[in-house]
């Protein structure tokens, strides 16, 4: 029998013994960022030759020259074509949803007028360049490409650049029709630290952009996070996590199907379940028994499992919601009735699946919401992937002269307050005596 973690709310340290099985935390290790930081530096100096070197380094390549790295709209093209026809259908399928979707989240300008004259609104605009980081070799995620570059379509990005490293020259097929199907502009095969020193600084081959999304390894992880601020970033990312709240009348099967499908991701995914029916906690711990036999992750998912998955027994669904509103998950199943009602319960999570039928494989590649969500608790205070990430807002401010001379007497009196002179007389001159 696998070693899976049991509590039981009812337990005194139960919260206690919770937040230490939740406990993961991005460990921010010191030789992995003295290297990338060393990486940035240099490829903020040298360019298209530091990021030729370190992509022929790193990825077994033998470049030489910058301009290799530029896959054209032909390559594209050929690599959409190349792909077997349900694969298209499908990428075709979940990018029409993720943009029908993604149009919803669009946000316009606005104003105002004042009875003495006075406008105020905000004006929305897309960012002008985003980059987008896709992870190569074995970790190809072509549903990650819709899931970055459509949204930022929809935004009104002026370019989308993506970088892809290709290890041995290999590309996936799929991730360059992926980039097809979202309209991406142009594509860079380099990857690794420096390929976000390149999108973060520009060199003589790729352009600077505005914002760099998507996931990496812990070296790709520390780049992002070290750039930020010279551009903007979408998040740093967690471990997968899942949460599923069961009533017990969901086939156990199903549930433990599940937990395996973020398991599989790596070791350190996390996996949880909530149920107040401890008979069918034992019917999904057989059923996880069983059926981990034939996944062909078998290894990863068991490792995950013992090492960071969670049984949860409640009284019921009340403390079942809140246990969930403490975890803030990344995925919440709500595998119960009434699920939608007890969804408006639900103050912190990244993404909320309701009822049986809902499972969160769907929303991986599918449904439409984005996939790219907060981990580890961020739920708390951050939100998904979306439009918005790629619109700016900017305040208007337009005073009549009757208004300039009603707010400059308000400022005045507080820019004397705070000892700031010459804010009080640029306000005090609009003033009509």
Same mark, same amino acid.
């Given at each position: ?58 990825? $077994? ?23 077997? #026809? ?6 075709? /399928?979940?990018? $029409? ?71 041995? #020259? ?43 999304? #998507?996931? #990496? ?70 059923? /996880? ?10 290894? /990863? ?25 403490? /975890? ?106």
């Amino acid at each position: 029998m696998l070693d899976i973690t049991l509590l039981n709310y009812t337990d005194t340290d139960f919260y206690q013994r919770l937040d230490e099985a939740l406990a993961w935390e991005a460990s921010i290790d010191g030789e992995i960022t003295k290297i990338v930081a060393d990486i940035l530096a240099d490829v903020k100096e040298r360019g298209d030759a530091a990021v030729l070197e370190y992509t022929n380094r790193f990825d $077994r390549m033998a470049l030489t020259e910058a301009g290799e790295f530029e896959l054209d709209e032909t390559q594209l093209q050929q690599a959409l074509a190349s792909i077997d #026809g349900e694969q298209r259908q499908a990428l075709e /399928i979940a990018a $029409r949803r993720v943009r029908h979707y993604a149009e919803h989240q669009k946000i316009e300008s606005w104003s105002f007028t004042e009875e003495d004259g006075t406008v105020l609104g905000q004006s929305v605009t897309a960012m002008d360049r985003v980059g987008l980081y896709v992870p190569g070799g074995k970790a190809a995620y072509p549903s990650s490409v819709l899931m970055n570059a459509i949204p930022a379509k929809v935004a009104g990005v002026g370019e989308l650049i993506m970088v892809v490293p290709t290890p041995d #020259g290999i590309s996936n097929q799929l991730v360059l029709a992926a980039a097809a199907v979202a309209g991406v502009d142009r594509v860079f095969t380099i990857g690794g630290a420096q390929a976000v020193a390149a999108l973060a600084y520009g060199t003589q081959s790729i352009p600077r952009v505005d914002k760099i999304t #998507g996931p #990496g390894n812990s070296f790709v992880a520390t780049a992002k996070r070290l750039v930020f601020g010279v551009v903007g970033i979408d998040m740093i990312a967690g471990p997968s996590e899942i949460l599923v709240v069961c009533d017990g009348k969901t086939d156990p099967d199903w549930i433990a199907m599940d937990l395996f499908s973020q398991a599989e991701h790596d070791e350190e995914a996390q996996s949880i379940l909530v149920c107040p029916d401890a008979r069918f906690i034992e019917q999904v711990k057989q059923s /996880i028994e069983r059926l981990l036999e034939d996944m062909p992750r078998k290894d /990863i998912i068991k490792t995950s499992l013992e090492n960071r998955a969670v049984i949860i027994s409640v009284n019921d669904m009340e403390q079942a919601i809140e246990v969930a509103n403490h /975890i803030a998950p990344e995925h919440l199943e709500l595998s119960i009735e009434d699920a939608e009602q007890w969804a408006k319960k639900i103050r912190h999570a990244g993404a909320i699946f309701m009822g049986r039928y809902t499972a969160e494989a769907v929303g991986d590649y599918c449904a439409g919401p984005n996939h790219v969500l907060p981990t580890s608790g961020t739920a708390r205070f951050s939100s998904p992937l979306g439009v918005y990430d790629f619109q700016k807002r900017t305040s208007l401010i337009g005073c009549s002269a009757q208004g300039a001379s009603e707010l400059g007497e308000t400022a005045s009196v507080l820019a004397h307050g705070e000892g700031l002179v010459a804010h009080a007389r640029s306000a005090e001159y609009r003033i009509k005596k």
